[in-house]
């Protein structure tokens, strides 16, 4: 049996003693690819991307964008300072800013036929309730957490996946 089994199988069990709170761990394969781009490039970075869903911190506010309607209306409009998106093949960009640049980071999932050249990772998936200016929303984002299997003591990587309505999600639709 192997690690992720067991912790499921644990999991499980402590289900009956009224603890619900850890997650489902899986193995996936994932491809990670980060470079440098001054700040001037992000708004092209982004749209090259062709995000759908996502956020985007400007030096004025955090704009939070379904199907690229409010991200269409922002192009160019002010500085960002972090972004995180993802497009219509489940890839997801991470922009940080870090001084006169932005750390872009792309992660890529990887299919069951490339598992063998990437890197293996354990996962599990974490929500979280948006908060517009203090006041908690009626979506919630979704992230994807990843550790590397020989140090699970702290996260390799989170990646953006959805936001979604709580709504949606309490009647069980996706």
Known sequence: MSLV???NNVKEALKD??????????????TVKSNRIENAQAWT????????QGWIQTLDKTHVFENNQVFKNLIDTDNVLNAECINPQG??????????QLIATTFFPVSKEAENKNTQYLSAKYTQI??????????????KVYWH???????AYSRFIRIEDIKNVRKGAK
Request: with cysteine.
């Open 149 to 155: 299997p020989d140090n699970t003591s702290q996260p």
């Open 5 to 7: 089994d067991t912790y």
């Open 91 to 100: 890839h997801s960009l991470h922009l940080r800013a870090t001084g006169q």
């Open 130 to 143: 948006l908060d517009q200016q203090g006041t908690p929303s009626n979506q919630q984002i979704m992230y």
């Open 45 to 52: 970075a982004l749209t090259a991307f062709n995000p759908t």
């Open 17 to 30: 003693d009224g603890i619900s709170w850890l997650k489902t761990l899986q193995t996936c394969h994932l």
